[in-house]
Antibody, heavy 122, light 107 residues
Framework: EVQLLESGGGLAQPGGSLRLSCAASGFTFSAYGMNWVRQAPGKGLEWVSAISSTGANTHYADSVTGRFTISRDDSKNTLFLQMNSLRAEDTATYYC???????????????WGQGTMVTVFS | DIQLTQSPSFLSASVGDRVTITCRASQGFGSYLAWYQQKPGKAPKLLISAASTFQSGVPSRFSGSGSGTDFTLTINSLQPEDFATYYCQQLNTFPLTFGGGTKVEIK
């Protein structure tokens, strides 16, 4: 079964750090780009970050650039999001999502994890 | 950045109705657009990729169309399990933006 399972969410103080993990199974993890998407309580979806299949290319939303770092460990089929300098507005459920392609072009996020909640409060 | 504007943001419909949701982009980008369904407390579920490609297991009452700047998601004969929030997303250019969502509720 194709599956993504996030972990690492929890409570953090403003200025603090958290590291999210996303364990992948059921597909060849190293062949796919991966993403993090977040959703603040009662709000819509916000794309956060992406990493290419090789890990050579990373992209970030302006709201997290310089504070968050995406990475991957293909030997462990795991995606990470290191979140530093956390702010109250980072409070959200964080989802990891697998990139889907057609003829080499990104076309969708076809597999999503169940999400992990991050709460930043003082 | 490519901005996506969904309309309406909320709609009330009855079982059996035909529903159309629109997603308009601030600049054209071909057909690299996806549609997702999200139910409360659950992760989004992919319905349509590349503007009009069905995903395996998605009922045929869902269809997508459009290219460039204007896209639509149509649900023919709305079923009770279709009451949810729907999002469009462009995958042409980073940042990979989402529309604001359309909540479909029971009339």
């Amino acid at each position: 079964e194709v599956q993504l399972l996030e972990s690492g969410g929890g409570l953090a103080q403003p200025g603090g750090s958290l590291r999210l993990s996303c364990a992948a199974s059921g597909f060849t993890f190293s062949a796919y780009g991966m993403n993090w998407v977040r959703q603040a309580p009662g709000k819509g979806l916000e794309w956060v970050s992406a990493i290419s299949s090789t890990g050579a290319n990373t992209h970030y939303a302006d709201s997290v650039t310089g504070r968050f770092t995406i990475s991957r460990d293909d030997s462990k089929n795991t995606l990470f999001l290191q979140m530093n300098s956390l702010r109250a507005e980072d409070t959200a459920t964080y989802y990891c999502a697998k990139m889907d392609y057609s003829s080499g072009q990104r076309v969708a996020f076809d597999i999503w994890g169940q999400g992990t909640m991050v709460t930043v409060f003082s | 950045d490519i901005q996506l504007t969904q309309s309406p943001s909320f709609l009330s419909a009855s079982v059996g109705d035909r529903v159309t949701i629109t997603c308009r982009a601030s600049q054209g980008f071909g057909s690299y657009l996806a549609w997702y369904q999200q139910k409360p407390g659950k992760a989004p579920k992919l319905l349509i990729s590349a503007a009009s490609t069905f995903q395996s297991g998605v009922p045929s009452r869902f269809s997508g169309s459009g290219s460039g700047t204007d896209f639509t998601l149509t649900i023919n004969s709305l079923q009770p399990e279709d009451f949810a929030t729907y999002y469009c997303q462009q995958l042409n250019t980073f940042p990979l933006t989402f529309g604001g969502g359309t909540k479909v509720e029971i009339k």
